[in-house]
Structure formats: C-alpha cells, structure tokens
C-alpha cells in the first residue's frame, strides 16, 4: 500500500480493513495503532492534509497524560514532539478572588499535586506533558505519511453505506473506500454519527473559552495554574521555553470582546487577570476562542461503525481530560481490532464492536460526569459552596493517598488500561 491515495484516480475502489473519517489527533493515532498491528486502513478528512498541522488551525494546546505519550513513544511519534514538549511537574490548584498565586506561597484555598509523589510509581514520568495542538497535528501527520496508511485529504463522503459484507464510503469526486469497519472521528458535529442515527446528549454551559500564548520573564518550573476565580476558571500551562498558554474562561459576550479587543487592551486585561507572580507577560500570537459545553453520544458502535474521539464525546477543558478521552478510545479500539483480527473474526461484527463499548463507554462516561460536576462546583461564589470546596481542596490536600488517585487518574493510568497506554506493543 502507498503512504497517501492522495492521487488515485476518480471513480477508483479502495479497500482496507478500516476507514477512518477524520485525520485529527484522536484518528491519526488510530491509524497509526492499526498499521503497526498489520491492519490496512484508510484515512480521509474534507480539508487538507497540511491544512490540519497549520499554526492558525488550533491555537489550543493539550495536557498530555504520562500513558498516551507512552502510546505515542511505541508508535514512533514521540521523536518529533519531543522538542515541543513540556513536562509538567507540578499542578496547583486555588480557589480564590485573585489569580496572583505561587507554588511556594499560595492564596486562599489550595491543592497541589508533585510528580515527584509519584516517581517511583511511575519510572520518573512527569504528570503529563503540554505541548501546542498544531506540533501534536504535525507530528501525527508526518508519523502517518511514513507508515502504511492510506491518505486521502481532502476527501469528502458523499454518502455511506452499510451491508453485511461491509461498508462503502463514496466520496464526492466518485472514489469508493471499502472495509469492514467505518470509524468516525470526524469532531463534535460528526457526519459518521449523525449517518448511524446515533444521537446525543449534552448542554452548552455558556461561556467561551479564550486560548492566547504568552511569554513570561520568570522561568514557570513545569507548574501548571488552575485558578477558580469568580469570573470563571483561568488555567496557565507551561509551553516551552519561558511561554504558557492561557484559557480564560469568560460569557460569551466578553469573550468575544477579548478577541476583538486591540492588542494593548488585551494585554491590559490579560495582567489584571494574570497577577505577577510570573513577572510581566506578553501576549505572543493570535487568540482563539472555543464554545464550551458537553455532548455525549448515546452509543460509541452502530451497524459496522465506532466513534472515537469528540465524535463520541466532548467535555470543558477544566481538568484537560477531552483529547486524553479520545487517545484512550483509540487505544482501546485498536487493540481489540488487532486482536479480532488474529481470531479471523469479522471486524465491523456487533460482537466485537460491543467489547470497545463496554471497554470505553462506562470510562468515558464517568469521566464526563466528573468534569461537569467539578465544572458546576467552581461555577458559583456563593459562600456556602465555596466553603464546602475549599474544605474538600484541603482534606484532599493533606491526604497522600488521595493526591495520587487524583494523579494517576489525570495521568491516564488508572482503570483497565489498554497495552499501548502501558508502554507495550500491541
């Protein structure tokens, strides 16, 4: 097979053991899992191929957990993201009326969570990594262009079909892609999932989410900032080099007005919010701003179909769980396609799809929930709420056991964990 079908001709049939619609992070890494576990798949998404790894495509960057980098080590991405790659090793939390907060002396209510706690658990991992959306997407694509999986970027479906036999995806030029099993990882407003007649659940919260750079002139020590402020959470996650990246959680309408704002208003807001415990701060690049909510699909499997990904779930970014989400699904589905594969089973067969389910549904689930209890908890100044939370921040806090609960699950580890997500081949 050839690295990309970016060339094959109009009106040609593609056939391989899966296709995957949608070449994001979750769906690249899928593809990346299968080809290593001698599946042939197909991976087609409506832009570009290079559109996807552009820096104005993703402001955002993600809190990678210490067991998906160990899954993207075994598949061969992490030589290209290592040198954009910050390890974090050390989260503080606060819940307060100030952002202004430093590891060594924090304000108001506390929580602080040390890799170092964990260190002989873990083989000296961090508690995770922070790298920028756009190095993750290049990475992924560069990885993806060496192996044995087919590309088509751009591609559009025109229309789906599911048969005993398998599934067909006619794209719109009148090319064919055949295989047993179709995966949709094609986002929150996924054609895959609304074709399976899968539905949804979910609500918007009614804030926005405002991601910008910074470059800061006190070095931040791998130390990522969770402050609870009345206005709504304001994380700063360490980047490489003296940078972090902020999402500023505000309504709708200021936020708006923080990305129409001109630069020096921006950057007026930006340190009143910001306090100095990191010295002066410059904003660095453009702003971006994402809807925040959460959306569940009432099923991760139909006739010859999965959902990865924001395809099967999208929750807020206050505890930096949703991508992490989605590499655990593609984990997951991999490793029992490869395996149902060996059996000579049927991949697209309701028996095998209904093992990811039950891998991945009660997990993600429990994670969805969990992030929008903890997002209403630090929604509200009430007085009386905010002395519950601060009560629990600083038992949690002086309980050991706890704080490595609460590390191994940010870190991905807890639960039963696929092998590529232990650092093993699959």
């Known amino acids: 097979m050839t690295p990309s079908a970016r060339n094959t001709p109009a009106d040609a049939e593609i056939v391989a053991d899966v ?8 769906g690249a890494t899928l593809a990346l899992a299968l080809a290593a576990g001698n599946l042939s798949c197909v991976l087609v998404d409506s832009r570009p191929f290079e559109a996807l790894t552009a820096p104005d495509f993703d402001g955002r960057a993600s ?33 307060g009326r100030a952002p202004g907060a430093s590891v060594r002396r924090p304000s108001g209510a506390w929580l602080r969570f040390d890799s170092a706690e964990i260190a002989g658990r873990n083989g000296g991992e961090p508690l995770g990594y922070l790298i920028e959306n756009r190095h993750i997407r290049a990475a992924l694509a560069q990885a993806v262009l060496a192996s044995r999986v087919q590309v088509i970027a751009p591609g559009k479906a025109a229309q789906i079909s599911r048969e005993a036999g398998g599934v067909t995806v006619t794209l719109e030029d009148g090319r064919r892609l055949k295989g047993s099993l179709l995966v949709g990882a094609d986002g929150k407003a996924s054609r895959v999932r609304q074709d399976a007649g899968i539905g949804t659940a979910g609500w918007n919260y009614g804030d926005t989410g405002v991601v910008a750079t910074v470059r800061i002139n006190r070095d931040h020590e791998g130390v990522a900032y969770e402050h609870f402020l009345p206005g709504g959470p304001f994380a700063i996650l360490p980047l490489t080099g003296r940078r972090a990246s902020l999402v500023w959680t505000e309504k709708k309408a200021r936020g708006a007005a923080l990305i129409r704002a001109s630069p ?30 959460l ?12 959902l990865i990904g924001d395809a099967a779930h999208s929750v807020h970014p206050i505890a930096g769980q949703g991508l992490n989400m989605g590499l655990k699904d593609a984990a997951a589905l991999a490793e029992v396609l490869i395996e149902a594969a060996r059996l000579g089973e049927d991949l697209g067969a309701a028996v095998v799809l209904d093992r990811y389910a039950r891998w991945r549904g009660v997990d993600n689930m429990g994670v969805a929930l969990a992030t929008d209890a903890f997002t209403r908890l630090f929604a509200t100044d009430h007085p009386l709420v905010r002395t519950v939370r601060d009560a629990g921040m600083a038992v949690v806090n002086r309980i050991g056991a706890a704080r490595r609960m609460f590390m191994a699950e940010a870190g991905g580890a807890s639960g039963d964990l696929p092998r590529l997500l232990r650092g093993e081949s699959v």
């Open 295 to 306: 959306q569940i699909a009432d099923s991760l499997t139909a006739y010859r179909t999965a």
């Open 264 to 293: 020096e208003a921006f950057e007026a807001h930006l340190r009143r919010r910001f306090g100095a415990f990191l010295g002066q701060v410059e904003a660095e690049g453009p702003r971006f701003a994402y809807p925040l909510g």
């Open 63 to 95: 809190a990678i957990s210490f067991a998906a980098w160990r899954g993207w080590r075994v598949l061969g991405a992490v030589g290209a993201l290592e040198p954009h790659a910050q390890r974090i090793e050390q989260i503080l939390v606060t819940d």
């Open 19 to 26: 296709v995957i619609v949608g070449a994001g992070m979750a």
